[in-house]
């Protein structure tokens, strides 16, 4: 069962903050983020595995909640390469890796 | 650096035929994924691998089927291509730390 991203899309500033959420109906063994330029195919960002800690990856930041299969990805400060569709996907443990629609990102000088 | 390639990258082919989208690995991931993304749209699952000889459906009810003979080649295949398979298809292997996705065959049925 594929998870659900919100916001649909987000307009920032350069140097502002957003969150992008994303949940499941199941239990999670572990959430990716991936994000996608116009043209380009995903690029890998980070995973967050149960058990495990918050991720990092320059000014983007991710946490991962498992009792209510929720995680959030945190872009701070965000900067004009930052635009993009950005995806989640969650796996049950059984390699099964869905993604979300994606959140469009757009970041405006 | 990811080492995962598809072949071809475009394909314009008739209703009817077959046709086999290729993908390979070099780094000798276990898992292997397709994806099927219309432009601007969301990934959808249509099949995974999680070794050689295991293959499984994904999420989206695809007519494809695909085989995995060797750990580094994962084929798609559809018998009978419709105008409604028109699409991009993205192959991607998974390996720690997370996953690697090819440059996608975009595929055209006329």
């Known amino acids: 069962q594929q998870p659900v991203q919100s916001p649909q899309a987000v307009i920032l500033r350069e140097g502002e903050d957003a969150v992008i959420n994303c949940s499941s109906s199941?239990?999670?063994?572990?959430v990716h983020w991936y994000r996608q330029k116009h043209g380009e195919a995903p690029v890998f960002l980070m995973i967050l595995l149960k058990g495990g800690e918050q991720k990092g990856h320059e000014k983007i930041s991710a946490s991962f909640n498992e009792k209510k299969q929720q995680s959030s990805l945190y872009l701070t400060a965000s900067q004009l390469s930052y635009s993009g569709t950005y995806f989640c996907?969650?796996?049950?443990?059984?390699?099964?890796?869905?993604f979300g629609a994606g959140t469009t990102v757009t970041v405006r000088a | 650096e990811a080492d995962i390639y598809q072949t071809p990258r475009y394909l314009v082919i008739g209703t009817g035929k077959k046709i086999t989208l290729e993908c390979s690995q070099t780094?000798?991931?276990?898992?292997m994924y397709w994806y099927q993304q219309d432009p601007g749209m969301e990934l959808h699952l249509i099949h995974y691998?999680?070794?050689?000889?295991?293959?499984e459906k994904g999420d989206l009810s695809s007519e494809s089927t695909v085989s995995r003979i060797r750990t580094e080649h994962f084929p798609l295949t559809l018998e009978s291509a419709r105008p409604s398979h028109t699409s991009q298809y993205l192959c991607a292997s998974s390996g720690p730390p997370g996953m690697d996705f090819g440059s996608g065959t975009r595929l055209t049925v006329v």
């Open positions: 780094m000798g991931h276990d898992k």
């Open positions: 691998s999680y070794g050689v000889n295991s293959t």
């Open positions: 199941k239990a999670l063994y572990s």
């Open positions: 996907g969650t796996e049950g443990g059984d390699y099964k890796l869905s």
